[in-house]
């Protein structure tokens, strides 16, 4: 247990120091720290979805924030989580913050992130209840919807291509967002798919 706890403190350590770096972006995932430069494409995405969930949810539903990189906790994860972007209910301005507080967290896929944005996390957040999880992908120009979290997985599972519109089903009343204007990596960088055990667990 003392080996598990000075692990933890390690891991929050390391990420801490390399958050403080300019340009990476810092994953943890299973016991690792991953660190990889953040495209240009994740840095429009993130601008992208930030306005447009902050257009539609002061529209719609008042009470509700869009932020992004702030670290939440819950009891079925070893560690606290930073989804890139979230749809939450501010109740908290001070850590630790809880993910039930959270409508929606999104992740935007970079290649050293593949596994964690459509495997681990997948799983994480479903375990936490969380209503909507958002994949969106700038290399396979893709958009993927999860939702309805029931006994640790999500049930359902909605994707498109980038250019359509992809109502997300919100608790708070379904929430359409036009992929059309999302940012893509460079042509030389896209790709149809990517390889099955990267994003599909094994088993």
Same mark, same amino acid.
């Given at each position: 247990?003392?080996?598990?706890?000075?692990?933890?403190?390690?891991?929050?350590?390391?990420?801490?120091? *390399?958050?403080?770096?300019? +340009?990476?972006?810092?994953? !943890?995932?299973?016991?690792?720290?991953?660190?990889?430069?953040?495209?240009?494409?994740?840095?429009?995405?993130?601008?992208?979805?930030?306005?447009?969930?902050?257009?539609? #949810?002061?529209?719609?539903?008042?009470?509700?924030?869009?932020?992004?990189?702030?670290?939440?906790?819950?009891?079925?994860?070893? @560690? +606290?989580?930073?989804?890139?972007?979230?749809?939450?209910?501010?109740?908290?301005?001070?850590?630790?913050? #809880?993910?039930?507080?959270?409508?929606?967290?999104?992740?935007?896929?970079?290649?050293?992130?593949?596994?964690?944005?459509?495997? @681990?996390? @997948?799983?994480?957040?479903?375990? *936490?209840?969380?209503?909507?999880?958002?994949?969106?992908?700038?290399?396979?120009?893709?958009?993927?919807?999860?939702?309805? !979290?029931?006994?640790?997985?999500?049930?359902?599972?909605?994707?498109?291509?980038?250019?359509?519109?992809?109502?997300?089903?919100?608790?708070? +009343?379904?929430?359409?967002?036009?992929?059309?204007?999302?940012?893509? *990596?460079?042509?030389? *960088?896209?790709?149809?798919?990517?390889?099955?055990?990267?994003?599909?667990?094994?088993?």
């Amino acid at each position: 247990m003392e080996k598990i706890e000075g692990d933890l403190e390690l891991i929050r350590s390391l990420m801490e120091k *390399a958050e403080s770096l300019e +340009g990476v972006e810092v994953v !943890p995932a299973d016991g690792f720290v991953m660190m990889s430069p953040v495209s240009l494409e994740h840095v429009r995405t993130f601008r992208r979805m930030t306005a447009i969930l902050d257009e539609r #949810s002061d529209a719609s539903h008042g009470d509700l924030e869009a932020v992004g990189d702030i670290e939440f906790h819950h009891p079925e994860w070893d @560690t +606290g989580l930073s989804p890139d972007v979230v749809l939450w209910h501010p109740e908290s301005e001070t850590p630790p913050r #809880s993910a039930e507080l959270i409508e929606l967290a999104l992740e935007i896929v970079s290649r050293s992130s593949v596994e964690n944005d459509y495997i @681990t996390k @997948t799983d994480a957040y479903a375990a *936490a209840g969380i209503p909507v999880y958002l994949v969106l992908d700038p290399y396979t120009r893709r958009a993927t919807c999860y939702s309805r !979290p029931e006994e640790g997985a999500y049930l359902v599972r909605e994707a498109c291509p980038y250019g359509e519109t992809l109502t997300l089903p919100l608790p708070s +009343g379904p929430l359409p967002v036009d992929t059309s204007s999302l940012p893509s *990596a460079p042509p030389a *960088a896209r790709r149809t798919s990517w390889p099955r055990h990267r994003v599909t667990p094994l088993g």
